[in-house]
């Protein structure tokens, strides 16, 4: 927006200085104050108004106009061709070329993008994104050797722009170049005070590439930064998940239950994998659903082989309709089996339907029918 107020002065400027027909100057005037104000398209139709037949009448200002105009109206390739006719005009200002530099890299002209930023030289000295910008352009021609130099070159000119280590960091990550890329993801870290979603995305992009060790540092690194955030803390879980570290991983559940109520659920599942068989309740019973509460509950008595415990839920499963749930009547025929209730265990057995099912209640009529002939070996 600086470079656009820059222009806007100089336009104004030129203006005033014009020796035409008054009508002339106020279309251009016109157009001026309206492209300022945002409204690209009355400023455009002021423009078409302009009698640019008039003696020594300001082409060079007239294309920039022009130019700006359509480029805030997303018209980029015709943008260009206007910025083109101003340089061909005299018009002397570099912004120029930044113009053309960001719609040729929106156009995807890449090659375009490169060539009008080295056309704007001095003008891009204190302008670490437009050098950013050139990495990019860089990086999607698959000149990787040149984009990483651009960023080298902002890294030593501009210590303090960390956005560079963030842009490089993806760049090594394709590149499978794990162990700098995670360099660069530290360094931006502890320096750029990113947001969480930006966090996150790092952590996943390391997570995607099946770099899971160094994914857990980095999100491990993030949860101290960002010590109220779920989502961080629920990401490190998962990862620990991914290494089979059940115990880090119920414990970091846990801690995400605590910062945002709606992993409760989550929490309470990993703890009863992790055989934390009273965490694991007390979790659940913070559970408001109570029917997702009861279903999770059947599962951790099922763990920790409570089947008495299940049983006793039957009213509760009633109540629920849970019953009509197949997987749940299963698992309360299992547990009347267990019990040794083997009557009411076969009158849950031939209410099931599902094809898995029915061949498990097949093999446990089975060993029914072999307890109740050898008492003694369901002992």
């Known amino acids: 927006m600086s470079k656009l107020i820059k222009l806007l002065v100089i336009v104004f400027i030129t203006v005033s200085s014009l020796h035409a027909k008054k009508d002339e100057v106020d279309f251009v005037s016109l157009a001026t104050l309206m492209l300022k104000d945002g409204y690209y398209d009355r400023a455009n139709d002021a423009l078409n108004q302009v009698d640019t037949n008039q003696s020594e009448f300001d082409f060079a200002m007239f294309y920039t106009l022009k130019g700006i105009v359509l480029t805030k109206q997303q018209r980029f390739k015709v943008a260009n061709g206007f910025f083109k006719k101003s340089i061909e005009n005299g018009q002397e200002d570099k912004s120029i070329y930044l113009y053309m530099a960001q719609n040729s890299y929106k156009l995807k002209d890449y090659k375009d993008t490169i060539e009008y930023i080295d056309s704007a030289k001095d003008i891009t000295t204190d302008k670490p994104k437009?050098?950013?910008?050139?990495?990019?352009?860089?990086?999607?021609?698959k000149d990787y050797e040149n984009s990483l130099l651009t960023l080298k070159n902002?890294?030593?000119?501009?210590?303090k722009y960390y956005a560079a280590y963030k842009q490089r960091f993806y760049y090594y990550v394709e590149l499978k170049l794990y162990k700098s890329?995670?360099?660069?993801?530290?360094?931006?870290l502890a320096h750029a005070k990113p947001n969480e979603q930006?966090?996150?995305?790092?952590i996943s992009a390391l997570k995607n590439a099946k770099q899971i060790d160094r994914a857990i540092e980095l999100a491990e690194k993030a949860n101290l930064i960002f010590s109220k955030s779920?989502?961080?803390?629920?990401?490190?879980?998962?990862?620990y998940l991914q290494k089979q570290m059940l115990q880090a991983t119920a414990d970091i559940f846990d801690e995400a239950s605590i910062?945002?109520?709606?992993?409760t659920k989550e929490a309470a599942e990993m703890l009863r994998r992790a055989k934390e068989y009273s965490q694991s309740l007390f979790k659940n019973s913070q559970?408001?659903?109570?029917k997702e509460k009861l279903k999770q509950k059947i599962a951790i008595f099922l763990e920790f082989s409570e089947f008495e415990r299940i049983v006793a839920t039957l009213k509760d499963l009633k109540r629920s309709k849970l019953i009509e749930n197949e997987d749940i009547r299963y698992a309360l025929a299992y547990s009347y089996y267990q019990i040794n209730d083997y009557k009411e265990c076969e009158n849950h057995l031939k209410k099931l339907k599902r094809t898995d099912l029915f061949s498990k209640a097949t093999e446990l009529r089975k060993?029914?029918?072999k307890c109740k002939t050898n008492f003694w070996e369901c002992q």
């Open 130 to 141: 437009i050098h950013s910008l050139k990495a990019d352009s860089y990086w999607k021609l």
């Open 154 to 159: 902002i890294n030593e000119i501009f210590p």
């Open 181 to 188: 890329a995670l360099g660069d993801a530290h360094i931006y």
């Open 198 to 202: 930006t966090t996150l995305s790092l």
């Open 230 to 239: 779920a989502k961080v803390t629920l990401l490190l879980g998962h990862l």
């Open 259 to 263: 910062k945002d109520y709606k992993y």
């Open 287 to 290: 559970m408001l659903d109570t």
């Open 367 to 369: 060993n029914m029918q």
